[in-house]
């Protein structure tokens, strides 16, 4: 069971925040290549696993002060947009 520590509401110093996220985290892996290589079929299979670790690593950091971490989650979001649309695309071609 997860603590119920409140999150903070000061600024974390700058030596101790993360780096922000690189322009190749709002770009999801192959989503093809990705879900092949399991085994067996799973909806967990996420092509933005890299930025989802990021973000959750982000808040842990700064003490689940969530606006210290919003360029993580813009990153996440980017990412998960971009692969949703193209498994669209994907389906309207009859691709996958």
């Not at 290549?33 to 399991?38: E, L, M, Q, S, Y």
């Not at 360029?71 to 979001?77: D, H, L, M, P, V």
Request: glycine residues 2%; proline residues 9%.
């Amino acid at each position: 069971m997860a603590t119920q520590i409140p999150p903070s509401n000061t600024s974390t110093p700058w030596e101790h925040r993360p780096t922000p996220p690189t322009p190749d985290m709002s770009v999801p892996e192959d989503y093809r290549r990705k879900f092949n290589k399991k085994e067996v079929a799973s909806k967990f299979a996420d092509p933005c696993e890299k930025a989802s670790k990021a973000s959750l690593d982000c808040l842990e950091r700064t003490h689940y002060n969530k606006a210290e971490c919003y360029e993580f989650f813009k990153a996440y979001r980017e990412c998960k947009a971009a692969w949703l649309e193209r498994r669209k695309e994907d389906r309207r071609k009859g691709i996958y």
